[in-house]
């Protein structure tokens, strides 16, 4: 064999090889895209099954609504019971109420003139929560100016 068929047959092996490492790294990313897909369906059917007893509870609540306070306190409940889940999964309200307007956690909606200290948060107008550590909605509120 002569050198420039050697360097030829290595080529072809080195190309062969890179075309298999290819399909494989083509593979194995369908793979991973597949096993996310899963595991996110997986947890959402957990979450869900967490929260179908809250939807229970709501058909409970209007299913018997002629008396209004009874009414009231079986939504306090439901309410109750859905944060209750909710603050296990991780999910934290943003205290605003007389606290200093932070960017990071609040959102100027309205200010007004007042005898408090500048950027004092004096209303929230909806509340603001976090996921863990990581602010999934601000808080819209209203501060000093």
Known sequence: MTKKQTKDQKIKEL??????????????????????????EYASAVFIE???????LFELALKDNKD???FKQGVQLIY????????????????????????????????????KETDTIIEVLQEGYMLKDKVI?????KIVK
């Open 68 to 70: 209004s306070e009874k």
């Open 15 to 40: 190309t062969e090889t890179l075309q298999r490492l290819q399909a494989d790294f083509e593979n194995y990313k369908k793979i991973v895209e597949k096993q996310k897909e899963a595991q996110s």
């Open 137 to 141: 909605r601000h808080a819209k509120v």
């Open 80 to 115: 109750t019971e859905l944060l209750s889940i909710l603050k296990n999964e991780g999910l934290k309200k943003i205290e605003s109420l007389k606290k200093q307007f932070d960017p990071h956690y609040h959102e100027a909606m309205l200010a007004e003139k007042s005898n």
């Open 50 to 56: 967490k929260i179908l007893h809250i939807l229970d």
